[in-house]
């Protein structure tokens, strides 16, 4: 069994060997896996980190220089830290909307009245209540209407909704 990375790197850029390279990945397994946890990687995530450190073995196999004086574990291990930042800051610009009034077409449930009368609105809520819930006015449009927070608007809705039920 070969032991020195030198001498499986030549090994396999001569022949190319399945032999070769299921050995180097096994050498490189744990300090793959460690790069992985020390990201905090999701563990969704996890295979697919895996895999592209895979891919990133391959490249600095075919990619490194001896002529350097650097070990290939270092090299292999500084390759693999850049590719993780690109790769976690490339995952990280996909984030949920936590604001349901940002999306156009957001679900509002329909709480129809018949007569607005017998629910014993405040004048602020029965206003509230028209832009609100008949003319599907945001929350921040109505704040901006009446010069009020967004807080207060938001109290308001939610005590229509209880007098509604």
Do not use: G, W
């Amino acid at each position: 069994m070969y032991k020195n990375d030198y001498e499986l790197i030549y090994l396999y850029r001569t022949t190319k060997s399945e032999e070769v390279i299921s050995i180097i990945f096994q050498k490189y397994k744990p300090l793959i896996l460690k790069n992985i946890y020390k990201f905090y990687i999701p563990s969704k995530d996890h295979d697919d980190f895996f895999q592209e450190s895979l891919m990133t073995l391959l490249d600095c196999i075919h990619t490194f220089d001896e002529s350097k004086n650097k070990t290939f574990t270092k090299y292999f291990e500084l390759v693999l830290y850049r590719k993780f930042i690109t790769l976690k800051d490339k995952s990280s610009k996909y984030v949920l909307i936590e604001k349901p009034e940002l999306i156009k077409e957001s679900y509002t449930p329909n709480y129809e009245v018949t007569n607005i009368d017998n629910l014993y609105l405040s004048p602020l809520e029965k206003h509230i209540y028209t832009m609100y819930f008949e003319d599907k006015l945001t929350i921040d449009t109505i704040a901006l209407n009446l010069n009020k927070t967004q807080k207060s608007i938001k109290n308001a809705v939610y005590r229509i909704k209880v007098k509604l039920k």
